[in-house]
């Protein structure tokens, strides 16, 4: 009879975890390819590189490459940024490292393939190793390839011997980025190659610009990535208002508000360097960037409700690589929740720049008007946030249209200006905070009004008559259908 475990192993034992399993689980840990390509990217940052070539490739086979030319790794060290869990991430690094558990260049490359190899050259030694995750299933263990040169294709071999040092990632075998058939798989590369590209103008945006003090080339398929600025600053009609900083736990925090100018206000190339359209539509909110290195690009973390009025605020929240444990930062780099301590200063800072926001919305980007300007359309502002807006009748033109024998050229004239100027913004950013409006159009007044409307075709019997038959259909009749055709039978006796 056997004897119990608890007999033979008195203290514990060690349990490994299954290889082949884990690797497969940590594939689906949850990072983006544009996501996993950062992570390569913060580790050639670390590496002091000032240029990185990506390439997405289709032919002969797919596969992605990240070269770059930073000071490399002797064997011993590769062999140790192979290893899963390499680092701890509770230890200090020296400045400008975007690293912390150990694990970003293996589970972020192994998320979108199956094979990663990693050549490294250093004093003129190049090492190479490489995960296999077929090959580890195969041999049941963590099997770590050490093979010569010859498994890294030739024209990487060139690139890192010109450099003289460097690192170049290589991920072959890429299930995870590829359709199922050869038109599907380019089609696909291409898509995940462009989103890559503007995740990566965006994240790294600071090292492209050299605003940190450091300036990084990036290349995408021989593309030199732009710096997607998402503060737009220098732009003459935004607004950098007052950094603030904070200590915690013996490090800083820098907060840094913006609010944007008023979309209408910027050109096309103003618009490209913000990112597009869509993203100074969705992208207020904090941007957190840790070691200069974008993690969070916007969102409010419920301090303030996001609404139309605060699209233009950006808050840039600087936090050193030693507090991460304090923003939470995950694996991926990809979310990060400030700490207590700090909930309270970014809801008064947030406050100050949602309110230079709302002015700029209120007022369009412009000067606040004359006090003698004459508009066309009037807001009326009552009780409960209700609110209509009625035209003019003081207006001149207005005024011209209303005199009996007004030409129909004044009241063309009339109807354009009142088309071209409908105060489409001010309705709009006020019903998108859910404020009510009053609808014009007392139904008491239908038939007052359909009698006014009538006596126009009073020597028209067949125009008077049409219009009696279809007038539940006209606006405002057409708001209370049966009220219309009573008040029309009414009218036809």
């Excluded at 590369?189 to 003090?213: I, K, P, Q, W, Y």
């Excluded at 050109?267 to 969705?282: F, P, V």
């Excluded at 129909?408 to 905070?433: F, G, K, Q, S, W």
Aim: aromatic share 6%.
């Amino acid at each position: 009879m056997p004897e119990p475990l608890e007999d033979q192993w008195p203290d514990g034992l060690e349990v490994a975890p299954v290889a082949s399993q884990l690797m497969q689980s940590l594939r689906s840990i949850g990072y983006t390819t544009q996501a996993a390509v950062a992570d390569i990217v913060d580790n050639s940052i670390g590496a002091e590189a000032e240029r990185i070539e990506i390439d997405f490739a289709h032919t002969p086979r797919a596969f992605v490459s990240i070269i770059d030319n930073g000071r490399g790794m002797s064997r011993d060290e590769l062999l140790e940024a192979m290893r899963y869990g390499s680092r701890d991430p509770r230890d200090a690094r020296p400045k400008g490292d975007l690293g912390r558990f150990g694990l970003g260049l293996k589970t972020a490359s192994l998320s979108q393939c199956r094979r990663l190899t990693v050549a490294t050259l250093q004093d003129n030694e190049l090492s190479v190793a490489i995960w296999d995750v077929d090959e580890c299933e195969r041999r049941g263990r963590w099997w770590l390839i050490t093979p010569d040169s010859s498994a890294v294709p030739d024209e990487v071999i060139r690139t890192l011997r010109l450099e003289g040092h460097g690192t170049a990632v290589i991920w072959e075998n890429v299930d995870r980025l590829l359709g199922n058939s050869t038109a599907a798989a380019r089609r696909a590369l291409d898509e995940t190659m462009a989103a890559a590209s503007d995740h990566l103008a965006l994240v790294f945006h600071r090292f492209l610009n050299g605003s940190l003090g450091r300036k990084i080339a990036i290349t995408v398929n021989g593309r030199a990535l732009p710096a997607i600025d998402p503060f737009l600053e220098g732009h003459q009609r935004g607004q950098a208002l007052h950094p603030e900083t904070f200590p915690i736990d013996g490090h800083f925090v820098t907060v840094s508000p913006f609010v944007l100018p008023y979309p209408s206000k910027l050109r096309t190339a103003d618009l490209e360097k913000s990112g597009g359209r869509e993203r100074l539509k969705i992208g207020h909110g904090f941007y957190i960037y840790r070691g200069g290195r974008l993690v969070v690009p916007g969102g409010w973390f419920r301090i303030v409700p996001a609404d139309d009025l605060v699209r233009l605020a950006r808050i840039r929240v600087d936090v050193p690589v030693e507090l991460d444990h304090i923003w939470k930062v995950d694996v991926r780099k990809a979310t990060a929740e400030p700490p207590a301590a700090l909930r309270d200063h970014l809801k008064r800072i947030v406050g100050q720049a949602a309110t230079r926001s709302r002015r700029v919305y209120t007022h369009k980007g412009t000067p606040a008007r004359d006090p003698l300007h004459v508009p066309v359309w009037q807001r009326r502002d009552l009780r409960d946030g209700l609110a209509s807006w009625v035209v003019n009748r003081d207006h001149p033109l207005v005024a011209a249209a209303l005199r009996d024998g007004a030409s129909a050229a004044t009241v063309r004239t009339l109807l354009d200006m009142a088309e071209r100027l409908l105060p489409i913004h001010d309705i709009h950013i006020h019903l998108t905070n859910d404020l009510p409006v009053e609808e014009s159009g007392n139904v008491d007044d239908l038939e007052t009004v359909a009698l006014q409307f009538l006596s126009v075709f009073d020597e028209d019997d067949e125009t008077r008559s049409k219009l009696l038959n279809t007038l539940h259909l006209i606006e405002p009749f057409s708001r209370d259908p049966e009220r219309a055709r009573q008040i029309a039978e009414g009218l036809r006796r």
